[in-house]
């Protein structure tokens, strides 16, 4: 499946610096909501939602670069996925990047389960 | 008897922030959780007129504002905990910078906030600009079409207060992050 770079179309400011809470997403980050931005390379990163409250997808990344995917993920222990959606004022990416991050966060070591909510939404 | 107001008429939230001598305004309703499927979507009429202060504002149109009410709103749902609703955008005026979404984006979580009678328990970045609510019912068709003429200066502050109209002004005070000290003043709401 060919990949879509999405430009930022929610404030699209390349002096945004990445914020310094953005991590890699890794299985031993703690439970919680998060922002997620998937890079152009395929890797997923994540912001804590009380680390940027509101406005928060511009600076997963930050200087204005592009994703594959976007939205919101709600972690559980050790790396399980409870819910992720595509939900991002800043990329409005289409549905189906959601795949993408998928496969992303599978690489990175998340668990998927039969609980595992997957919520689309148009852009 | 006849009823005052028509059942399906929705409930709007205005929330308008000012400062820096910049200002935005913006309207939103929810829907149902039936429609959750498209999360935003504008009303018609609407009343949109944006205008960039900065020239990469300037080159800003619908979708780069919109971004801010996305997500605004969605952060409100998922910091509040309620599940997420259909978003109506009845109005989106002002007069920002390009470094200024987060604006759109805290007016936008304020708004969902007030439409779900619920304080603003959570942490949203004002920046010591000054809020200004309202909730009310739609007006009856006479609003402006998004193509229309509208006032492009930020309204005063208005005095009336309805009983189911709520007005409020405050500073939140500079910094960062902070919790707003304003209190919802939706009909039904228990005290906070």
Redesign the interface.
């Known amino acids: 499946m060919p990949l879509t770079a999405y430009a930022l179309v929610g404030d699209p400011d390349p002096n945004h610096r990445r914020h310094r809470e953005s991590r890699r997403f890794s299985p031993d980050l703690p439970a919680g909501d998060y922002v997620f931005v998937q890079d152009v390379f395929g890797v997923v990163h994540v912001l804590h939602q009380d680390q940027q409250p509101g406005h928060a997808h511009h600076v997963v990344l930050g200087r204005a670069r592009p994703a594959v995917s976007a939205g919101e993920v709600i972690l559980g222990e050790s790396g399980a996925i409870l819910e992720i959606n595509n939900l991002s004022g800043t990329f409005q990416c289409s549905p189906d990047s959601l795949l993408v991050a998928l496969g992303g966060l599978v690489r990175q070591g998340a668990i998927f389960n039969t609980d595992t909510q997957i919520r689309e939404f148009p852009s | 008897m006849t009823p005052l107001t028509k059942p399906d008429r929705k409930v709007i939230c205005r929330i308008q922030l000012a400062g820096e001598g910049r200002w935005v305004r913006l309207a939103l309703s929810l829907g149902g959780l039936a429609s959750?499927?498209?999360?935003l979507v504008r009303s018609e009429p609407l009343l949109y007129e944006m205008a960039g202060v900065d020239e990469?504002a300037r080159g800003y149109g619908f979708?780069?504002?919109?971004?801010?009410?996305?997500?605004?709103a969605?952060?409100a749902f998922?910091?509040l905990k309620v599940p997420?609703q259909q978003v109506c955008l009845h109005e989106l005026r002002g007069q920002l910078n390009?470094?200024d979404?987060?604006v759109v984006?805290?007016a936008a979580?304020l708004a969902v906030a007030r439409l779900l009678a619920r304080p603003v328990e959570?942490?949203?970045?004002l920046n010591g600009w000054t809020i200004e609510e309202r909730v009310s019912q739609p007006p009856s068709a006479e609003g402006v079409s998004e193509s229309g003429k509208a006032d492009s200066s930020p309204p005063e502050p208005r005095k009336e207060g309805a009983e189911n109209n709520s007005l409020l002004s405050g500073n939140t005070g500079t910094g960062g992050?902070q919790d707003l000290p304003v209190k919802p003043e939706v009909a039904d709401r228990p005290p906070d």
Request: with cysteine.
């Open positions: 959750v499927s498209c999360f990469r979708s780069n504002w919109q971004g801010g009410v996305i997500s605004g969605r952060y998922r910091a997420i390009s470094g979404v987060w984006s805290s979580a959570f942490p949203l970045n992050t």
